[in-house]
């Protein structure tokens, strides 16, 4: 089992900026990836980014590339988004996952997540 706990979220005015994180705990050697993705009231889960064990594949969203970041500390079982030119569209509920096989932008290849940490963006 992982554990995932996310963190960093909150309300912020349009054009500034968030870090959120997601610290892991439990047997995280079986988490090949990492990934965020968030859901707005009355939408469906979306992918934002995903990020591989080495941190060498990192992948976005159309509409988050060139804003946000994704990151990882292995040391620290934790991995981060870093959040810049927030637009109100982006407000959501901000979840991080976990998938033991693959790098993939599609939530039901994830199998662990966290319960999501609020992020508002005021016009």
């Known amino acids: 089992q992982v554990q995932l706990v996310e963190s960093g979220g909150g309300l912020v005015q349009a054009g500034g900026s968030l870090r959120l994180s997601c610290a892991a705990s439990?047997?995280?050697?079986?988490?090949?990836?990492m990934g965020w993705f968030r859901q707005a009231p009355g939408k469906e889960r979306e992918f934002v980014a995903v990020?591989?064990?080495?941190?060498?594949?990192?992948n976005y969203a159309d509409s988050v590339k060139g804003r946000f970041t994704i990151s990882r500390d292995n040391a620290k079982n934790t991995v981060y988004l870093q959040m810049n030119s927030l637009k109100p569209e982006d407000t959501a509920v901000y979840y991080c996952?976990?998938?033991?096989?693959?790098?993939?932008?599609?939530?039901?290849?994830?199998?662990?997540w966290g319960q999501g940490t609020q992020v508002t963006v005021s016009s």
């Open positions: 990020i591989d064990w080495s941190g060498g594949i990192r």
């Open positions: 996952a976990a998938s033991s096989s693959s790098s993939s932008y599609y939530s039901k290849d994830y199998e662990y």
């Open positions: 439990g047997r995280t050697r079986r988490s090949v990836a």
